[in-house]
């Protein structure tokens, strides 16, 4: 059992953060709490909310370690794209995360944060990254203003995101819907049709 004495702050900072990610993959954020983390770790509640101030600021480090591993592996996932189009690359990345780390990516939604206080600049800064990548290989296409290419990242975003999220939940065979694969490529493909560039390459 772990004492006050054999940890900094940081130190400490860290442990509950692996603690707290390690609980969320292995058993889900519905059972997740700040006592879970404290118990893992060897020290009290109080202990850890003398170090993070809040169960919020310990969630938000905790789904900002998440975007930072999620932005790497989109990242990774362009690297290796070689010749085929980085929309579709990014899309199919954003659901294959979405599958291979699930409890992780939907902590990330499930948290429901207090709204009185605004969000850091540190976590705000990780969530512009997303758009930011989205936004830049919009631009690159056709050359869109940056007021456009943020909406329709957002856009875009949002329907990769809707997708998936019914998929993994299991709503796309309750309405009978194709394939996750098959309307993400979908949307894709009806998002470059209606792009000013001509002979824009449609699959794979």
Do not use: C
Request: aromatic share 10%; proline share 2%.
């Amino acid at each position: 059992m772990a004492r006050r004495s054999d940890h900094t702050r940081e130190e400490l900072t860290e442990l509950a953060v692996d603690a707290a990610l390690a609980l969320i993959e292995a058993e889900g954020f519905e059972k997740f709490s700040a006592r879970q983390v404290a118990a893992k770790i060897g020290y009290t509640v109080g202990t850890l909310y003398n170090v993070f101030g809040s169960y919020d600021e310990l969630l938000l480090r905790v789904n900002a370690r998440t975007l930072d591993h999620w932005y790497g592996y989109l990242q990774a996932r362009l690297k290796r794209g070689g010749k085929s189009e980085p929309l579709r690359v990014l899309a199919r990345g954003y659901v294959d995360y979405a599958r291979t780390h699930y409890n992780r990516w939907i902590a990330l939604f499930e948290h429901h944060r207090d709204n009185s206080t605004p969000v850091p600049d540190w976590y705000e800064e990780r969530l512009k990254r997303f758009f930011a990548m989205l936004e830049d290989i919009i631009r690159s296409h056709a050359g869109q203003d940056r007021r456009k290419a943020r909406r329709d990242a957002q856009v875009l975003w949002a329907g990769i995101h809707g997708v998936s999220i019914l998929s993994l939940t299991g709503r796309l065979e309750l309405i009978g819907a194709e394939t996750t694969d098959t309307l993400v490529n979908a949307l894709i493909d009806n998002y470059l049709k209606g792009l000013p560039v001509e002979g824009q390459q449609r699959h794979d």
